[in-house]
């Protein structure tokens, strides 16, 4: 497994390491899907038909392989070694895909023809993808659509970078605009290079601050920050040891170790490893037949593994600890003057699908004048909060924001560590000394991407960015 495809799973499987199910796992794929490719595996001679013996057989095995001799198996080993014994069933194209870089075919759609305002010169906009936490998938095609949108509308041409390395001040003397295509994690950093690491900071924050623009989509906001408790259950080590089964591997891997851990060491001796995969067989063979088809296995893998109650989660992939934490946010900045420049970071987020109101909140900008005769106007996708130590209408603009009055009471008490004000700004404009900044919330599913309004108010923002559309960008409060 590559680090990169390695860290594209870091938010969620740090979710199952510490014992929460999460539908994603379940979904990625199909059910169907992901039982198929568990049965292929035990299947060692796919023959279509694993019978009990080489159902045991195979268990055997890799307990043999996976303890390395010891007595018992750990929870971490055991998911260890499942994922490299079960296949990727992950999405075959888009950023969390074997070609990360790689939009899906006919995702680019719906795009504007023509720009808000005429460009003063011909401009330039450098595309940034590089994300060094959580991988959307959707981050090919946010940089796509940048790179299109501006051909179309003739507003800017882009090149599209995943190398941090290229944040440098000579290299961006020649753009207009960095885009940050859902950045996660210390995006711009090197671990191994402090002083380069400075370097990319100080280019970074120079660029935007001496009259240049910096414009950003979703996932841009899950950078520089962290869980007042990080979780540290996965290492960059183990990260590098997991194989391409790994959606699969931890939720599997989890519930054996729930059900067959008698003694609760958080290890499988070989008496529970033994008592607990043959239970499995009777589960999927209820009429003791001693042999389960493929097409029995699929049918009957909820059994195993039924689908996981709906849960959310919070930015460092930790489970939520009721349905409302009190006290301070669970998130801190890690980079104060980048957390400052753009406007806020991420803390909770309702899950994809979960349908949000907008509420324009600067009806006068002309960057909410495609919001115009849409009302009421409501997405679904991946919602986000944002912390108390930086957000605040004092120091940014905001365009949009969630219609609370339209949520009900059941979705509004989903949300960890609330906000007082109960306010949650969906996109925003500020000025950074002499640069300008452009942030839209929504951008995590594909299908964001193709919703002409949004598209406009994305193309509207980066224009104001850019510098070419002036729009009022004086904080909503003093």
């Known amino acids: 497994m590559t680090r990169q495809r390695a860290a594209a799973w870091v938010g969620v499987v740090a979710v199952v390491a510490a014992g929460v199910a999460t539908p994603t796992l379940q979904a990625q794929g199909g059910r169907e899907a992901a039982a198929g490719a568990v049965f292929g595996a035990i299947d060692t001679n796919k023959d279509g038909t694993v019978t009990r013996d080489e159902w045991r057989a195979t268990f055997d095995g890799w307990f043999a392989r996976w303890s390395s001799g010891a007595s018992s198996l750990s929870g971490d080993a055991l998911v260890d070694g499942l994922s490299q014994a079960l296949p990727d069933t992950g999405p075959q194209c888009g950023g969390r895909s074997p070609n990360p870089r790689t939009a899906c075919p006919n995702d680019v ?204 989660v919070r930015g460092n992939g930790q489970a939520p600890a009721g349905p409302n934490d009190k006290g301070a946010d669970d998130q801190i900045g890690t980079w104060p003057e980048f957390n400052t420049l753009l406007g806020g970071f991420f803390k909770f987020h309702w899950n994809d699908g979960q349908e949000i109101t907008y509420k324009i909140d600067d009806p006068a900008s002309p960057l909410t004048a495609p919001f115009k005769g849409k009302t009421p106007f409501v997405v679904a996708d991946e919602t986000y909060t944002f912390g108390q130590e930086v957000y605040s209408r004092k120091n940014l603009r905001v365009l949009t924001s969630i219609d609370m009055a339209a949520m009900s009471a059941e979705d509004k008490a989903k949300e960890q560590f609330p906000r007082p004000d109960g306010d949650h700004p969906l996109s925003w404009i500020r000025a950074e000394q002499k640069g300008r900044v452009f942030y839209m919330s929504h951008g995590h599913n594909e299908k964001i991407y193709a919703n002409p309004v949004l598209l406009q108010h994305l193309l509207a923002g980066m224009q104001y960015a850019i510098g070419d559309l002036n729009a009022d960008d004086t904080p909503s409060q003093k």
């Open 109 to 312: 759609t719906a795009l504007p023809v023509s720009a808000p305002a005429k460009p003063a010169r011909p401009r330039k906009v450098l595309v940034l993808a590089r994300a060094a936490g959580f991988v959307h998938s959707s981050i090919p095609l946010a940089a796509r659509t940048v790179e299109e949108m501006g051909r179309k509308s003739g507003a800017w041409t882009t090149t599209i970078s995943w190398d941090a390395a290229d944040i440098t001040a000579k290299n961006l003397a020649q753009y207009d605009a960095i885009f940050l295509a859902s950045t996660t994690g210390h995006f711009l950093d090197d671990e191994k290079d402090p002083a380069a690491t400075a370097a990319r900071r100080a280019a970074f924050l120079d660029f935007i601050r001496s009259g240049k623009g910096l414009a950003a989509i979703h996932a841009s906001t899950d950078s520089y920050h962290r869980s007042r408790k990080p979780n540290d259950a996965l290492s960059p080590a183990r990260l590098a040891r997991l194989g391409p089964g790994i959606m699969l591997a931890f939720p599997l891997g989890g519930r054996l170790v729930a059900q067959a851990d008698t003694n609760g060491d958080k290890a499988l001796s070989r008496e529970e490893y033994d008592k607990g995969t043959a239970a499995w067989f009777d589960l999927v063979d209820p009429q003791k037949t001693g042999r389960v088809t493929r097409a029995e296995f699929v049918e009957r893998y909820a059994a195993i593994m039924p689908p996981p109650p709906v849960r959310q």
